[in-house]
DNA sequence: TAGATTGTTAATCGATTAACAATC
DNA sequence: TAGATTGTTAATCGATTAACAATC
């Protein structure tokens, strides 16, 4: 086992191994060569040993990767046994469509409670979800210290309602507003679901002639 | 100008630069060197020339980047200006956000209705746009031949829903079902938006010790 | 003009792929 | 045992950065 900084790349393919390994598994396959996994996810067998041989070693000479060991070895490298808990900031459309739809649980993240502003949502709930004021935000956090914060919220209220979350020690930010956040602090991160940029990707794509 | 095949890692930092340049834009910025978008962006300003170099001259020697013309420059490459435009198949709470919050316009696409299952939902239009019986799709797509579907359906029937409009001739998928889509039609593409992967990302960072 | 900044070529760095000894 | 397949080292490929002549 090398141990060496992991590259990004690295890391932005493990969800997609996951995902492909929680499929077999789910399928009941038991075990899976690098060469198999790796042309149904039509990349190199030699791309996936080396990743893998970033976090250990997880395979047998001559078997090749027992998919339930692979498949919690690399949950348990993403961190979905952690239990992190979170919070969603900003219930409209989007926060309800990811409280009705997303399943949190899945990747280990349990949905504390949500927050908003509008009076009308302020204590009902949605998929077993409180949704609380704005204004117990501190208290909340301070209360019961949650890992995560999603936000979904207005553009032009993301950065400060980040920097607010920040102070109050949230960690790391699920953000899905067309805002690029920022902080001095290194121990938060930011991961952002720019649908814009993916949107135009595509346009690309297409207007190529 | 080089003329070679662009690399993903160039097409996908373009919508990046170009939310910035429009950034500055409506800002009222008139010029900008790459050094000084390069510390904004947190790139080195050898990337940015480089990159930009793969489609062309856009700057002044002495002077920099004049920022509407660069900005309108990579819209046209993104294509921006093509007059794209897209039809949303699905209609539960995501296909809602998106029709409500997200400018399909400001990025170039017109959104031309939408389809769904739900008697309730068909009939009826949000922010104008008509949601139509999914029983019209065939009809609908040899009159006005849209180029882009949005896929906002349940997982089990992306794959045959994707099937179905690619037989149709949609050229271009923004998917935000969790499955990985395929044809073998080399010009038709899928845009993945994995909401899955990204919330895995962040799990994998806050959990390093 | 002199200073600033481009576009491009060359150098460096890192990531991917190939090869293979080790071994199940 | 023989065949299969790993983990790792070495080779290759591509992307990023640095350097600089050209020139506004």
């Known amino acids: 086992m090398k141990k060496q900084k992991v590259s990004d790349a690295v890391i932005h393919r493990l969800p997609r191994y996951y995902r492909y390994l929680d499929d077999l598994y789910n399928k009941g396959v038991v075990r899976i ?49 952690k239990g992190h808990r979170l919070i969603i900031i900003g219930v409209g459309h989007l926060g309800h469509a990811l409280l009705q739809n997303f399943d949190f649980e899945k990747v280990g993240f349990h949905v504390d409670t949500a ?40 553009q032009h209220v993301a950065q400060p309602m980040a920097s607010r979350l920040i102070d109050l020690g949230i960690k790391g930010f699920w953000n899905f507003t067309n805002v690029e956040l920022s902080t001095d602090k290194p121990d938060v991160f930011f991961e952002d679901v720019h649908f814009v940029d993916t949107l135009l990707t595509l346009s690309y794509r297409i207007s190529r002639p």
Request: proline fraction near 3%; hydrophobic fraction near 35%.
């Open 33 to 81: 060569s690098s060469n198999s996994l790796g042309s149904k996810m039509d990349i190199t067998a030699s791309q996936i040993r080396q990743d893998l041989s970033c976090f250990g070693e997880f395979g047998q000479q001559g078997y090749g990767y027992n998919v339930a060991e692979l498949r919690s070895e690399i949950g348990h490298i993403l961190g979905i046994d």
């Open 115 to 154: 927050f908003d502003v509008s009076p009308d949502l302020i204590g009902t709930s949605i998929h077993a979800v409180t949704i609380r004021s704005m204004d117990e935000l501190e208290q909340y956090i301070v209360d019961y210290r949650p890992d995560v914060a999603v936000l979904t919220v207005p």
